[in-house]
């Protein structure tokens, strides 16, 4: 209860607890989601970031073992017990790597795991028309994350917001936020643990990219056969759990090389689609007919991927998968 009133003030905190008593009685566990609730309406009021409902758990994610082992490993990382031990609070991950392979539900799992409210900043919305507005925001934003520590920060697609920063045309203000952003990421010592996201990466200042920034960097490439295996199973138990085993996962597996995650559930609702339309259940025929019909993104932006990719393979960031080579050439 004390943890979740942080970041309240007073006033607040004691017209909160003053309505449960009120409505119960007395105070329970379950009231902290009305104190929840208020911490929603507090950030709302800002127009700065968004109090995001995170539901998905770490067994939502198909493959990506390296990033599973390095997060679960760090779960009580937040914990009095990790402070008396004297481990500093986890800093954050920069998550790099194709679109649809699972960034985005990987910071909403996190915070699902953690028990940690889960905020999402729209980079876009720092920047206003007044002078002086954008760096006032972007303080203002870092104030009250703090404040509502512990929490998980989700800034996703990073690279588009500072993509060529150099000021030009804005009178720098561009440069001034990123660089407020960059201190803070650096100096910072609250439990506000930042997961960033990017689609390009040579679009990303070098100076986000030194470490000190972020705890780790990690590319999250195409699934493996055997991470496709792990995606559809995810997928078919949400979907049929029922009935998974009339479904050929192996061979669904084996005949979509280079699908993302994405386009794997994609995939699925076309075959739904085909299905409910001959009022029937869908197959694993149908699933393949689907899969047929789809190019993924890998085909048709194979030269930015293959620079992604080649890029990993260079030791710049940790692999989030165990399995696969990044050696290989994006089949045409």
């Not at 970041?7 to 004691?14: D, P, Y």
């Not at 609070?89 to 790597?97: A, K, N, S, T, W």
């Not at 190019?295 to 930015?304: G, K, N, S």
Request: proline share 3%; hydrophobic share 40%.
């Amino acid at each position: 209860m004390v943890r979740s009133c942080q970041g309240l003030s007073i006033e607040r905190i004691r017209r909160v607890l003053a309505k449960a008593i009120a409505t119960k009685g007395q105070l329970h566990a379950d009231d902290a989601e009305l104190i929840l609730e208020e911490k929603r309406q507090t950030i709302r009021q800002t127009q700065i970031l968004d109090f995001y409902p995170a539901r998905e758990n770490i067994s939502d994610i198909g493959g990506l073992d390296n990033l599973k082992e390095w997060l679960l490993r760090r779960g009580s990382a937040f914990s009095d017990r990790a402070r008396q031990y004297g481990l500093p609070h986890p800093r954050g991950l920069l998550l790099v790597g194709i679109q649809g392979t699972g960034k985005s539900l990987t910071a909403k799992a996190i915070a699902h795991h953690w028990h940690l409210p889960l905020l999402r900043l729209d980079v876009g919305r720092l920047f206003a028309g007044l002078v002086g507005e954008s760096e006032s925001r972007t303080r203002q934003m870092i104030q009250l994350a703090e404040a509502l520590a512990p929490c998980v920060l989700w800034i996703d697609e990073i690279d588009k917001a500072f993509a060529g920063f150099d000021g030009k045309g804005d009178s720098g203000t561009t440069s001034r936020v990123f660089g407020t952003f960059i201190t803070w990421l650096a100096e910072k010592t609250s439990p506000v643990f930042v997961v960033a996201t990017a689609n390009n990466i040579q679009s990303l200042p070098p100076e986000l990219l030194r470490k000190g920034r972020f705890d780790e960097i990690f590319f999250v490439g195409l699934p493996s056969q055997e991470e496709r295996r792990a995606i559809f199973e995810v997928h078919l138990l949400r979907l049929r759990s029922h009935s998974i085993k009339n479904y050929d996962v192996e061979r669904l597996a084996y005949e979509t090389p280079d699908f993302s995650g994405a386009e794997i559930e994609q995939t699925l609702i076309e075959a739904m689609h085909i299905g409910f339309s001959q009022n029937r259940d869908f197959t694993t025929d149908d699933i393949l007919e689907s899969a047929s019909q789809m190019v993924p993104l890998a085909r048709t932006a194979q030269a930015q991927i293959q620079i992604l990719q080649d890029w990993a393979a260079a030791g710049k960031a940790r692999l989030a998968s165990r399995y696969g080579s990044l050696s290989r050439r994006i089949q045409g």
